[in-house]
DNA sequence: GGCCAGGTCAAAG
DNA sequence: CTTTGACATGGC
């Protein structure tokens, strides 16, 4: 373990990545499933994702043109376990759609790229990092529920979307395989020992450097999620 | 049964 | 610009 009374989230990477070793993420098989998978998992436990991409390849729609051509009902027949299967069955399907013209502006400027995936329905900035991460390997971080739970009890920091992400982004190497590496440890940690349902503290690799204490525990709070924050704009 | 799970969008305050 | 409701299934 790093040194110090305050965690970074240098130390936190290296913390983490001793304690559970390389991720090795996303999994995936290639570019258009981590999109799909990035769609599905919407506010949904990979445990049901997992069971909905087992049955889009068995019935040949894991491809942009197979999904393309399916018929919708088709779709929600295989993605049901994941929730909102009818509206995400939709979305999946605009996806195949727009995605070859996506993956061939891959080395386009990041934030227009990202501008462009915004403009997809049902790709909200979540999303739209998680696909430049993980499929177009650019460096740049997903906040993800995990995320949000972790940076207040862990470095105290409470703030929106794009603050949390600039949080990371500035003090981490701007490197995709370092933020491709960082993400997948946190979402493990929040997985084992992070977890709304069960916080098991015991055995956490970070537990000593964590504000999460036992008092604010048992106090119980109402809000651990988002917040407001203000003072946008460049 | 109620709450939570790797969110997003449109409408309203 | 912030808050609220809708979208929906499965596990603990």
Redesign the pocket.
């Known amino acids: 373990m790093s040194g110090g009374l305050c965690l970074k989230p240098v130390d936190l990477y290296h913390d983490l990545l001793i304690a559970f070793g390389p991720q090795d993420w996303?999994?995936a098989e290639d570019k258009f499933e981590v999109a799909v998978g990035?769609l599905l998992?919407?506010?949904?436990?990979?445990?049901?994702v997992e069971k909905a991409i087992g049955e889009l390849k068995h019935r040949g729609l894991m491809t942009p043109e197979g999904l393309s051509n399916a018929r919708l009902a088709a779709i929600e027949l295989c993605i049901?376990?994941t929730?909102?299967?009818?509206?995400?069955a939709k979305r999946l399907q605009n996806l195949a759609n727009e995605f070859p013209g996506m993956e061939s502006r891959r080395n386009e400027e990041l934030l227009g790229l990202r501008a462009a995936l915004l403009q997809?329905?049902?790709?909200?900035?979540?999303?739209?990092d998680?696909i430049l991460l993980y499929a177009f390997e650019r460096p740049i971080l997903?906040v993800?529920?995990?995320t949000f739970r972790i940076t207040e009890r862990i470095f105290g920091f409470v703030g929106a979307y794009e603050a949390v992400r600039e949080f990371y982004e500035t003090r981490l190497p701007k490197d995709a395989q370092v933020l491709n590496e960082f993400h997948a440890l946190l979402?493990e940690l929040a997985?084992r020992h992070c977890?709304?349902?069960k916080s098991d503290c015991g055995g956490c690799p970070v537990k000593k450097r964590c504000r999460f204490t036992k008092k604010e525990r048992d106090r119980g709070r109402k809000d651990v999620s988002q917040a407001?924050?203000?003072g946008k704009k460049g």
């Open positions: 996303w999994p990035a998992t919407q506010q949904t436990s990979w445990k049901n049901r376990p929730g909102y299967y009818r509206q995400k997809l329905d049902g790709v909200g900035k979540e999303t739209a998680s997903p993800d529920a995990y979402v997985k977890n709304k349902r407001t924050n203000r």
